[in-house]
């Protein structure tokens, strides 16, 4: 997380910052935490992905990631109740969040242009 927070510090243009940031309710070893966020910049949006847990569940037990995470330590009805809690959980409150379903197909271009809309305020 250091590095993250080193380069996001260092760029004179800002950052798109990627990672299963913690929200409130979570327990606390679980995400990155967001408090330093707001220190950097007061301008931060937070793009938070939405989805359906049963979708969600089904591609997390089929991805294929290092065996260092211990995905497979969790039967899917393990990780379909984690990620019902986390859908009960209210987006990041650190500036404007805009919300992407990503249960289907994502248009970019929307997205884009809702993220500008959200950096638009500050203007």
């Known amino acids: 997380m250091m590095l993250m927070v080193a380069e996001a510090v260092a760029s004179p243009l800002g950052a798109i910052l990627v990672s299963f940031w913690r929200q409130a309710g979570m327990p606390s070893e679980s995400g ?4 330093w966020l707001c220190e950097i910049s007061d301008q931060v949006v937070d793009v938070h992905c939405a989805c359906n847990p049963e979708i969600a569940a089904r591609r997390f037990c089929e991805r294929e990631r290092y065996p260092g995470h ?4 969790k039967s899917y009805a393990e990780v379909l109740a984690d990620l019902q809690a986390l859908s009960r959980l209210d987006p990041l409150d650190i500036g404007p ?4 379903d990503t249960s289907q197909g994502v248009r970019l271009d929307e997205v884009v242009r809702d993220i500008r809309n ?4 500050w203007a």
């Open 97 to 100: 969040s805009v919300v992407v």
């Open 32 to 35: 990155t935490p967001t408090r």
């Open 70 to 73: 211990l995905d497979s330590a």
């Open 118 to 121: 959200a950096f638009d305020r």
